[in-house]
């Protein structure tokens, strides 16, 4: 468009707009004191589709240790009694040292750690805030494993000895393990042999005696004590793992059966044990012995003794033979009679 074309044009818009009949839809005059403008509308957008909001990613979970990449994290269920966890878990437990690992073992959410961490400010009476308090420490499991201990040395028993040292610093299991079935117990031993110091104190002074008796030694000697080494033993613990409590020394092979996934002895006769536990109200199973004892046991008077078949206080019953009266279960608190002696018979020396 020419610049002569754009002058023409704005000219007849200035004379179409000197009268408020002759405006344009959409064009308004503005009266002020003094002055008068017109105001053009802008043109309007067109419609804009409305927006989406686009989702944030949310951040993976890390993978536990032992885990593939296919298939699900290889967490454990928290259960509600953690002395109930097998053998295997508890394992796996002891093994865990800090609280990250504990978390990601039973899936669990920790807290924020500024939240923990983070005490309030501390002021000071004389006004202002005190200085910061050290940050607190996240503690961390003391698992099984050999660890510097004093250990007493075993020493010979002597008169008049005295031994140096008495003790040393040497590697035992130590720490703790989780579950009240399992302890720190020793895997691999060593045996450390020590030299030590034996002195004997007063050997010479009944010498010493015996000489200015007879005043030959009126000059006083140099008091000396013989000493020599003596070799001790110790058993030194190089390795250590969590292992039962209960071990199949413990257990009597004649009527227990080791199970070592439960560290527990269980008795053989499962049936009595079973009708024990039936009667609970009145007895109660003993797994050292394997046995069924009553709850209640009395004192029986004379002639009478506590079966514990029935619960109750029972009559003797007399059998044939010496022994006399004796019950069925018990042995009688009287002692039996012994037959009476006969007279001694005189026998005339020739």
Known sequence: MTPRMTQALTLIALLALTSADHLMPGVRRIERAGSSTIHFPT??????????????????PLPLDGVGDEGAPDAVGLPADFDELDITTLNR?????????????????????????????????????????????????????????TVPLELPE?????????????????????????????????????????TVIGSDANDLGSARRRGGGRRRRRRQNPSSYVEVEAVKHTACQCGCRLTEQDCNPA?????????????????????????????YWDNDTCSCYCRKPSDCSSGQFFSQATCRCELLTARSGPGGLIGTDEVPSRRPSLPRRRKPVRVPLF
């Not at 865990?96 to 923990?116: G, M, Q, R």
């Not at 009527?255 to 007895?283: L, P």
């Open 93 to 149: 437990l002891n093994d865990i040292t800090n609280i990250s690992d504990f978390a990601h073992l039973f899936d669990l959410l920790l807290p924020v750690e500024e939240d923990v961490l983070a005490g309030p400010a501390i002021s000071s009476r004389f006004g202002g805030e005190a200085a910061p308090t050290e940050a607190i420490e996240l503690a961390e499991m003391a698992n099984c494993k050999p660890e510097l201990v």
């Open 255 to 283: 009527i227990h059966t080791y199970y070592e996934g439960e560290c527990a002895c269980v008795c053989k006769n499962s049936d009595e044990k079973r009708k024990c536990e039936e009667q609970n109200t009145t007895r």
């Open 158 to 198: 002597e008169r008049n000895a005295v031994y140096f040292p008495t003790c040393v610093r040497l590697e035992q299991c130590g720490g703790c393990c989780y579950g009240p079935l399992l302890t720190c117990r020793p895997t691999v031993t060593k045996v450390v042999r020590f030299k030590v110091l034996k």
């Open 43 to 60: 043109p309007a957008r067109p419609p804009q589709p409305p927006r989406r909001l686009q989702p944030h990613p949310q951040p993976q």
